[in-house]
């Protein structure tokens, strides 16, 4: 097993265990969302919902940061391969 994958995962570097550049995409655009949310809860003196949203994207962001790791790893398995964004 490579290490880009999760232990015992059935996904293998030629078929991934997820999409991870369409994963990126969509956590990416989960933050800017519940930034968004937040702000504007906030303003409207919405501070419960604010919070929620604060925490959305606090899990956006290590999201982003676990599927950066698995990236890199891909990448070092497989130098000079490009993915699209489904792979």
């Known amino acids: 097993m490579t290490r880009s994958q999760p232990r015992r995962a059935r996904g293998t570097v030629g078929h991934a265990n997820s999409a991870l550049n369409l994963r990126l995409v969509l956590a990416g655009f989960g933050l800017v969302t519940m930034v968004v949310f937040a702000v504007l809860a906030f303003r409207a003196e919405l501070a419960w919902l604010g919070v929620a949203c604060v925490i959305f994207a606090v899990v956006a ?3 982003l940061a676990v ?14 391969v490009r993915h699209s964004l489904f792979e």
């Open 61 to 63: 962001v290590v999201d």
């Open 67 to 80: 599927i950066q790791r698995r990236r890199a790893a891909r990448r070092r398995e497989e130098p000079g």
